[in-house]
């Protein structure tokens, strides 16, 4: 059970769920551990400190109105976390794309909050969805303007794609939480 501890801090503390069903798939080649093993240590252990400590500076949200995904793929939720120092090839910040469906989550650099970078690296995350068979319907943008300024190129680049902001003064939940634990 202490891998399964393991495996969830190196994973970046995906939820029980998510853990289980990666596990269920055999999406981890050569890992022995199954489902079981997380609901024995989340009973054993009880539940992850570091995910209670992420959680305590977040205000309430409301719940969700909106459908859960229809597949991998299908809505992604996107935010940028600045590098602490800038990487070979001079990039500053990264943009964070995190699956709804499967949790599964991609970090893709870019070079400045201007447009073009950015809408490279996002462009770069969809293609890489499409390219593994999957069908992006849905991108959520925490209500960032150089986010923001994304919406019309990115319209007209993949036509088809629904486009939406969360509330001003929130953060995109889903991948916030990523961000956050990702940057420590």
Known sequence: MQLAHQLHLHLNHPSDEALKAVLSGGHIPGCHLTAKDVTNMRERDGPCTTCIQAKLHQKS?????????????HTLTLDLAALPCPT?????????????????????????????????????????????????????????SALCALKLPLEMAFPGITISFCPPGQHAQRVERYVQTWHQ
């Open 88 to 144: 070979f090839g001079g990039y500053t910040l990264a943009v964070v794309a995190v699956d709804e469906r499967s949790g599964f989550f991609d970090v893709v650099p870019a070079k400045s909050k201007h447009r073009s970078p950015l809408l490279d690296a996002v462009a770069a995350v969809i293609t890489s969805y499409r390219r593994n068979g999957h069908t992006t319907s849905a991108l959520v943008f925490d209500p960032e």
């Open 61 to 73: 949200m409301p719940p969700s109105v909106t459908p859960p995904a229809d597949g991998v793929g």
